[in-house]
């Protein structure tokens, strides 16, 4: 067989004409492999850019909420242009100390008090909500996001899980935004746009 300049085994690899030389004994990368490497590498990256689920929301209003005298949680809204329809997100800054599980039960308690649904899915979702929410202590905050199929939590810009129910999330939610709420100051200033 004669080595004539035609040969595709005498051609430089993409690396040599560039001024580089792969190192002895280990073929050049291709595009696609490098491309493939590339993607691989940055997917955590992109994955953390898109785990803001305040993102592609507008921030609408915000209120505190207080037991008895004391300041439990401040809350900012985000949503489309209709801030009682999914998709939004609310954001729940603790400024005490609370126990996950009380975070559930009181979750509960409110639904059951807009009477929103029946007992057994009550139950249902508050077990769901205790193996979710975590103890809080001040400074710490929660985000609920809701879509149309489900309602899903962060816990300090970290993912916690996510309740897929639409009528867990339509429930939810209506404790912020229900007209028959328990604190309809907080509401108010919920629904107020900023800007």
Do not use: C
């Amino acid at each position: 067989m004669s080595s004539s300049s035609n040969s595709p085994m005498l051609e430089p690899a993409p690396a040599e004409s560039a001024g580089r030389r792969p190192e002895k004994g280990k073929k050049p990368l291709s595009a696609t492999r490098r491309a493939v490497l590339l993607a691989l590498v940055a997917a955590p990256f992109a994955a953390l850019a898109n785990s803001d689920p305040t993102a592609s929301l507008q921030r609408w209003g915000s209120g505190e909420f207080r037991r008895f005298g004391f300041l439990v949680y401040e809350a900012t809204l985000w949503a489309t242009d209709d801030p009682q329809r999914p998709p939004l997100a609310l954001k729940l800054t603790y400024k005490r100390s609370l126990a996950g599980q009380a975070i559930a039960e009181a979750s509960v308690k409110e639904i059951r008090n807009l009477g929103r649904t029946d007992e057994a899915s009550l139950q249902r979702w508050g077990a769901a909500m205790a193996r979710l929410f975590p103890d809080v202590k001040a400074g710490d905050h929660i985000i609920g996001q809701y879509t149309p199929e489900a309602a899903r939590f962060y816990f300090n810009g970290r993912l916690l899980g996510s309740i897929d129910e639409p009528a867990f999330a339509q429930a939810f939610f209506a404790i912020w935004l229900d007209p028959k709420t328990s604190a309809p100051e907080l509401r108010a200033a919920l629904l107020q746009r900023v800007g």
